[in-house]
């Protein structure tokens, strides 16, 4: 019985055709035909892609799309891995720490959203009578920036505790004796920062960076239930753009074509940031 | 180069807790400039946490540390000059050898030519020349141990360099190599070292003195010869050598006027010297006996007294030599000795013991006995 390991595979095989292949499989179908309800579909090649790249509005969500993935990045990371370095490495600490940090990545993706709308309501609002306060007119539904900076200070709020946890962990597995040694050798703190934590932490922040990247890619309900993608399309994001396509258009060709060059666009940036960050600083000369 | 001086040492570790542990206790330690030292014990007797309280790693509870007589208790790591080498090699590894070996001197703001040719002498020297601009990453753990070191020595200031057990992750085979190339380091720049280890082999060859520890406690620090010969008590007897030395539990009798070591049935005589400053009235009295020193005689000795009866239970084997271990008859004393390799002698064979006087060790409540 040679195949009786395959027996055993069986069954992660099936339930992952059903959720992935076979809907990719049926993706790529659909972005080669042309889909209109109450016609017949028929094959129009690649149509839907030419489209679709030469529509302004995707251009446009794509372009704010990267925008936000990188303010996304360059804040959460860093942050992230900061607030790690600050926390307690033993003692009562330590347990208060990670409770607090697991609580908002245990809410739901569209409670955190109805969250932070109850908070930013003009009506009943913390957040805009604060800034009233202040004497800043804070405006969710009418200002562009201010619509920008919640989304994402709502995500920051979300999801950097998770790159602290992912941070904190790789800090952990680091030997004593580096710091021991750096110690020694009359290291200042940035220099123990930029030789002994960081380049021990890059698989941990390879990690990190790419979970985050391709969440923050992803981002839909979030957004979707604080703007609504507005004002305007000033907060519709890429995702927000496809499903609009798909279902509130009708189009479903153009739909699984916007689908299939997302997932393209995705796999391309997370493969260069994976390449470029493994071999970053990696026995680098012996420059300063 | 300088003179290590550890005073009255006292370490707890989670003092004033349930898990209070006392790692170090009444220890003084005195490295002379420009020596070789080893620090020997079993696992978990202090010899890290002695290491560190050295390197300014960890404060002591108690005591003193003097570099050149400068007290530099209060100092820390980077002030004391002294270089350590770890258990395994830590390396920079986002940068080369030479980054590596150039880092200590960059964080002195030593100037970059200075470096260069401080590096080329320690390169020379560890015969690093060929991978000084690879990544440690693609050399094994015996270079990278290499690096280290280089990355101790490479201050001209360096004071000592202190090796915390650095053979751990080095293939047998290539102890040998590494290990002449530190000995080397160490001659060239006659730096004061203290070489922490549990393998007696390893300190014997390194060091000209070795500081024994037990318990956290310094039991002696001798020579290796002194060490092997003078055991100041029955640990080191048994510690120091492999096999150890032969404890064997005595009693003590007067035979001709004289005190005399009795084993069971059997009198054994001892030297002059001890047999002087012997007291009829010890109890808990061990004589100690080096295997190479037992003589082995398979004839009957008929009435010669100076040999003991005694029936062999196991021969083994051990390169060069055979350990032989042999029951005396009527006690349940067993006693090794070592025997040529082609020396005939099988399990439950009758053979006879010889104890020459003077190669006989005598303890009095596990301390060592000597002339009065």
């Known amino acids: 019985m040679k195949q009786r390991p395959w027996l055993f595979l069986l069954p992660a095989l099936l339930l992952v055709s059903i959720s992935a292949f076979i809907p990719l499989i049926t993706v790529m179908n659909y972005s080669q035909l042309t889909l209109l309800p109450g016609t017949e579909p028929y094959f129009s090649g690649l149509e839907n892609f030419v489209a679709i790249l030469e529509d302004e509005a995707f251009r446009a969500a794509l372009g704010r799309q990267v925008i936000f993935s990188f303010l996304v990045l360059i804040t959460e990371i860093p942050l992230g891995l900061g607030l790690a370095m600050a926390m307690p490495k033993e003692g009562p600490g330590v347990g208060l720490s990670l409770v607090l940090l697991g609580i908002p990545l245990l809410i739901p993706w569209n409670v955190v959203g109805i969250i932070w709308r109850v908070f930013t309501r003009s009506d009943i609002g913390v957040l805009p009578a604060a800034f009233d306060w202040f004497g800043y007119s804070y405006e969710i539904s009418s200002s562009t920036f201010d619509a920008w900076w919640t989304v994402l200070a709502m995500d920051i709020w979300h999801w950097t505790p998770l790159v602290v946890l992912i941070c904190y962990a790789g800090i952990q597995a680091i030997p004593e004796e580096y710091y021991m040694a750096a110690k020694i050798d009359r290291a200042s703190p940035w220099k123990t920062f930029r030789y002994v934590t960081l380049p021990n932490l890059r698989g941990v922040l390879i990690i990190a960076v790419l979970l985050r990247l391709m969440d923050s890619f992803k981002i839909y309900a979030e957004p979707f239930v604080l703007t609504g993608g507005g004002p305007g399309s000033s907060t519709t994001f890429l995702s927000t753009y496809t499903s609009r396509m798909a279902i509130g258009g009708f189009q479903m060709g153009r739909g699984a074509a916007t689908s299939l060059i997302y997932f393209f666009i995705v796999i391309l940036i997370s493969f260069v940031i994976y390449i470029v960050m493994l071999n970053l600083g990696q026995g680098a000369g012996g420059d300063q | ?372």
């Open chain 2, 1 to 372: 180069m300088a003179e290590i001086e550890v005073r009255d040492i006292r370490h707890v570790y989670d003092a004033g807790t349930a898990d209070e542990t006392v790692a170090i206790d009444d220890v003084d330690l005195t490295l002379q400039d420009g020596t070789a030292n080893a620090l020997l014990g079993p696992s978990g007797c202090g010899k890290t946490t002695l290491l560190q309280i050295i390197s300014g790693l960890l404060q002591p509870t108690e005591g003193q540390v003097l570099i050149d007589g400068e007290d530099v208790t209060a100092k820390p790591p980077a002030e004391r000059d002294i270089a350590q080498v770890f258990q395994f090699p830590v390396i920079y590894d986002s940068m080369d050898v030479y980054g590596n070996l150039a880092f200590p001197l960059r964080n002195g703001g030593v100037p970059e030519a200075e470096i260069e040719e401080r590096i080329q002498k320690i390169a020379d020297l560890l015969e690093l020349n060929d991978i000084l601009h690879s990544s440690p990453s693609n050399l094994g753990p015996e270079l990278n141990q290499l690096v280290a070191l280089g990355r101790g020595i490479i201050r001209a200031d360096t004071s000592a360099i202190l090796f915390d057990e650095p053979m751990t992750d080095v293939e047998p085979a290539r102890k040998l190599t590494i290990r002449r190339r530190v000995k080397e380091a160490q001659k060239e720049f006659d730096i004061t070292a203290l070489y922490v280890t549990h393998d007696q082999h390893e300190a014997l060859t390194f060091a000209e003195k070795v500081a024994i520890m037990r318990d956290g406690r310094l039991v002696q620090y001798d020579t290796g010869e002194n060490l092997y010969e003078n055991p100041v008590n029955t640990f080191i007897g048994h510690f120091i050598g492999s096999p150890g030395m032969n404890l064997l539990g005595c009693g003590l009798t007067k035979e001709n006027g004289a005190p005399h070591a009795q084993i069971g049935p059997h009198a054994i005589s001892v030297s002059d010297d001890i047999h002087h400053a012997m007291d009829l009235s010890w109890t808990d009295c061990h004589i100690g006996i080096r295997p190479s020193s037992v003589t082995v005689q398979v004839a009957d000795p008929q009435d010669d007294t100076h040999y003991i009866p005694a029936t062999v239970s196991q021969v083994e084997m051990v390169g060069g030599y055979q350990i032989l271990t042999a029951r005396l008859d009527d006690t349940d004393v067993e006693v090794k000795a070592r025997v040529a390799h082609d020396y005939m002698i099988d399990e439950d064979v009758s053979i006879w013991l010889r104890f020459p006087p003077d190669t006989i060790q005598f303890f009095h409540e596990e301390e060592a006995v000597h002339a009065p």
